[in-house]
Protein backbone atom coordinates (compact mmCIF):
# COMPACT_ATOMS: atom_id res chain seq x y z
CA UNK A 1 0.00 0.00 0.00
CA UNK A 2 1.03 3.57 -0.67
CA UNK A 3 0.53 6.89 1.12
CA UNK A 4 -1.50 8.91 -1.85
CA UNK A 5 -3.31 11.93 -1.56
CA UNK A 6 -6.81 12.60 -2.18
CA UNK A 7 -7.86 15.84 -1.55
CA UNK A 8 -7.34 19.08 0.22
CA UNK A 9 -9.24 19.29 3.69
CA UNK A 10 -10.96 22.97 2.06
CA UNK A 11 -12.13 20.87 -0.61
CA UNK A 12 -14.41 18.24 2.06
CA UNK A 13 -17.21 19.74 3.64
CA UNK A 14 -19.61 18.40 5.89
CA UNK A 15 -22.94 18.30 3.52
CA UNK A 16 -21.35 16.42 0.91
CA UNK A 17 -19.05 13.62 -0.52
CA UNK A 18 -15.91 14.62 -3.14
CA UNK A 19 -15.71 11.89 -5.75
CA UNK A 20 -11.67 11.22 -5.58
CA UNK A 21 -9.60 8.64 -5.91
CA UNK A 22 -6.19 6.33 -5.10
CA UNK A 23 -4.20 4.12 -7.31
CA UNK A 24 -7.21 3.22 -9.10
CA UNK A 25 -9.62 2.81 -6.23
CA UNK A 26 -12.36 4.95 -6.60
CA UNK A 27 -13.65 6.58 -3.68
CA UNK A 28 -15.70 9.19 -1.54
CA UNK A 29 -14.24 11.32 0.98
CA UNK A 30 -16.41 13.20 3.22
CA UNK A 31 -16.10 15.32 6.88
CA UNK A 32 -17.79 13.72 9.88
CA UNK A 33 -18.21 15.63 12.79
CA UNK A 34 -14.35 16.48 13.17
CA UNK A 35 -13.02 13.27 11.06
CA UNK A 36 -12.45 12.88 7.77
CA UNK A 37 -13.19 9.52 5.79
CA UNK A 38 -13.37 7.78 2.60
CA UNK A 39 -15.61 5.05 1.39
CA UNK A 40 -15.18 3.40 -1.96
CA UNK A 41 -17.46 5.04 -4.56
CA UNK A 42 -18.67 0.64 -5.45
CA UNK A 43 -21.66 -0.37 -3.67
CA UNK A 44 -21.17 -3.72 -2.73
CA UNK A 45 -24.86 -5.01 -3.49
CA UNK A 46 -24.19 -4.79 -7.65
CA UNK A 47 -20.90 -2.46 -7.70
CA UNK A 48 -22.87 0.59 -8.89
CA UNK A 49 -21.19 4.50 -7.91
CA UNK A 50 -22.23 5.89 -4.96
CA UNK A 51 -21.13 9.64 -5.19
CA UNK A 52 -25.27 11.02 -6.05
CA UNK A 53 -26.21 8.95 -3.11
CA UNK A 54 -27.86 11.28 -0.50
CA UNK A 55 -25.18 12.10 2.40
CA UNK A 56 -26.54 12.98 5.61
CA UNK A 57 -25.00 12.06 9.64
CA UNK A 58 -22.16 10.39 8.32
CA UNK A 59 -24.58 7.67 6.23
CA UNK A 60 -24.24 7.50 2.61
CA UNK A 61 -27.55 6.04 0.86
CA UNK A 62 -26.80 4.65 -2.70
CA UNK A 63 -29.06 6.02 -5.06
CA UNK A 64 -30.04 2.74 -7.22
CA UNK A 65 -31.66 0.46 -4.09
CA UNK A 66 -31.39 2.21 -0.81
CA UNK A 67 -28.69 0.38 0.85
CA UNK A 68 -27.15 2.79 3.56
CA UNK A 69 -23.35 2.86 4.88
CA UNK A 70 -20.99 4.52 7.46
CA UNK A 71 -18.80 6.50 5.61
CA UNK A 72 -16.14 6.06 8.43
CA UNK A 73 -16.25 2.94 8.93
CA UNK A 74 -18.01 1.39 5.62
CA UNK A 75 -20.69 -0.46 7.73
CA UNK A 76 -23.76 -1.69 6.46
CA UNK A 77 -26.64 0.25 8.17
CA UNK A 78 -29.84 -1.19 5.70
CA UNK A 79 -29.65 -3.70 2.65
CA UNK A 80 -31.95 -2.89 -0.22
CA UNK A 81 -34.92 -0.74 0.84
CA UNK A 82 -35.86 0.93 -2.45
CA UNK A 83 -35.59 1.28 -6.03
CA UNK A 84 -34.41 4.35 -7.78
CA UNK A 85 -36.03 6.33 -4.38
CA UNK A 86 -39.09 4.38 -4.19
CA UNK A 87 -39.29 2.12 -1.09
CA UNK A 88 -40.10 -1.36 -1.85
CA UNK A 89 -41.95 -3.95 0.43
CA UNK A 90 -40.47 -6.86 1.75
CA UNK A 91 -40.90 -9.25 -0.80
CA UNK A 92 -39.50 -7.04 -3.59
CA UNK A 93 -36.69 -6.07 -1.61
CA UNK A 94 -35.58 -10.11 -1.00
CA UNK A 95 -36.36 -9.76 -4.95
CA UNK A 96 -33.94 -6.83 -5.22
CA UNK A 97 -31.46 -7.61 -2.88
CA UNK A 98 -30.95 -10.71 -6.07
CA UNK A 99 -29.50 -13.42 -3.20
CA UNK A 100 -26.57 -10.96 -1.84
CA UNK A 101 -26.67 -10.96 2.19
CA UNK A 102 -25.83 -7.31 3.77
CA UNK A 103 -22.43 -6.51 2.84
CA UNK A 104 -20.12 -3.80 4.41
CA UNK A 105 -18.27 -1.43 2.07
CA UNK A 106 -14.69 -1.02 1.59
CA UNK A 107 -13.43 2.06 3.79
CA UNK A 108 -10.26 3.58 4.24
CA UNK A 109 -8.34 5.35 7.27
CA UNK A 110 -7.82 9.11 6.23
CA UNK A 111 -5.32 11.17 7.54
CA UNK A 112 -4.04 14.22 7.52
CA UNK A 113 -0.83 16.39 6.74
CA UNK A 114 -1.27 20.48 6.90
CA UNK A 115 -3.79 21.18 4.86
CA UNK A 116 -3.29 17.36 2.17
CA UNK A 117 -5.52 14.28 3.48
CA UNK A 118 -4.07 10.91 2.48
CA UNK A 119 -5.01 7.36 2.32
CA UNK A 120 -3.19 4.43 2.37
CA UNK A 121 -4.59 2.49 -0.67
S1 LIG B 1 -26.34 -1.05 -6.20
FE1 LIG B 1 -26.36 -0.03 -4.27
S2 LIG B 1 -28.09 -0.84 -3.27
FE2 LIG B 1 -28.08 -1.83 -5.19
Redesign the pocket.
Known amino acids: MTKTKIAAASDVSADKVLKTSANGQKMLVAKVGDQYCAIANK ?6 P ?1 AKGKFEDGVIT ?6 KFEVCTGKNVE ?2 ESFVGMPLPGVAKKV ?2 MGKAPTDAASFTVTQDGEDLFVDA
Open positions: CPHLGLMCPFHGSWVMS
